[in-house]
T-cell receptor, first 113, second 114 residues
Framework: GAGVSQTPSNKVTEKGKYVELRCDPI?????LYWYRQSLGQGPEFLIY????????DSGLPNDRFFAVRPEGSVSTLKIQRTERGDSAMYLC???????????FGPGTRLTVT | QKEVEQDPGPLSVPEGAIVSLNCTYS??????FMWYRQYSRKGPELLMY????GNKEDGRFTAQVDKSSKYISLFIRDSQPSDSATYLC??????????????FGKGTLLTVNP
C-alpha cells in the first residue's frame, strides 16, 4: 500500500518568510509525528498527534513552529519568520495508534537563504 | 553526554563481509530498540525492532540488545552494495510512558564495495 507522503520534497525560502510543509500519513494510522533532521544528525522529535489533537508538542523549538491536523489525517507543519537555522530535513512519520513502530515519509528538505 | 551515542563512521567494507553496527545509551528507561536504514536524501526506513534484551533475526540482519551494558548492535551478514546507506539506531521508553518519542543516534554511514 501507499506509504507516508510529504510535499514539497524541497523548499527554498528567504529568511523571514512563512512556509508550510504537508504530510499525508499511511491510511488508517491514527498517530502522526514530525521530526527534524539536521545534516549529520539523527532525527529529533518535534510533535505527536493522536487523531486531530497535538498530544505532545514538547519538541517544537519555539513559538514560530506550529502544526495542525484538522481532520485527523493530513498534517501541516507551519514555520513563521523562518531563520537560517531552520534549514533541515523535516520528516513526518505515522503509526497505528501511539507506538514506537513508526514509518517515515521521504521528508521535505527546507533551505532558508 | 547525549542519551544515545553512535559512531558516525564512515565504515567501508568489501562485498560479502559481516558488518557490525553499534549504539550505546544512558537512559535506563529505554525499552524499545529500533534500527532504521536511510539512503542519501531519503526518509528513514524501519528495518527491525526489539523489545528489551535479546536477539532478533530477519534474513541477513540480526539485532542484539544488552540492557545490562546499555549496548545494542545490528549485524549484517553477506553484505551487498545495496546495503550502502546510513544506519540509525533509535530507542523509546516502555509502555505507559512516552513510547512514541524516539531518540535517535547520529547514524553510521556504511559503504559496501563490490
Amino acid at each position: 500500500g501507499a506509504g507516508v507522503s510529504q510535499t514539497p520534497s524541497n523548499k527554498v525560502t528567504e529568511k523571514g518568510k512563512y512556509v508550510e510543509l504537508r504530510c499525508d500519513p499511511i491510511s488508517g494510522h491514527t498517530a502522526l509525528y514530525w521530526y527534524r533532521q539536521s545534516l549529520g544528525q539523527g532525527p529529533e522529535f518535534l510533535i505527536y498527534f493522536q487523531g486531530t489533537g497535538a498530544a505532545d508538542d514538547s519538541g517544537l523549538p519555539n513559538d514560530r513552529f506550529f502544526a495542525v491536523r484538522p481532520e485527523g489525517s493530513v498534517s501541516t507543519l507551519k514555520i513563521q519568520r523562518t531563520e537560517r537555522g531552520d534549514s533541515a530535513m523535516y520528516l513526518c512519520a505515522s503509526s497505528l495508534d501511539r507506538n514506537y513502530e513508526q514509518y517515515f515519509g521521504p521528508g521535505t528538505r527546507l533551505t532558508v537563504t | 553526554q547525549k542519551e544515545v551515542e553512535q559512531d558516525p563512521g564512515p565504515l567501508s567494507v568489501p562485498e560479502g563481509a559481516i558488518v557490525s553496527l553499534n549504539c550505546t545509551y544512558s537512559n535506563s528507561a529505554f525499552q524499545y530498540f529500533m534500527w532504521y536504514r536511510q539512503y542519501s536524501r531519503k526518509g528513514p526506513e524501519l528495518l527491525m525492532y526489539t523489545y528489551s534484551s535479546g536477539n532478533k533475526e530477519d534474513g541477513r540482519f540480526t539485532a542484539q540488545v544488552d540492557k545490562s551494558s546499555k549496548y545494542i548492535s545490528l549485524f549484517i551478514r553477506d553484505s551487498q552494495p545495496s546495503d550502502s546507506a546510513t544506519y540509525l539506531c533509535a530507542m523509546s521508553p516502555g509502555s505507559g510512558g512516552s513510547n512514541y518519542k524516539l531518540t535517535f543516534g547520529k547514524g553510521t554511514l556504511l559503504t559496501v564495495n563490490p
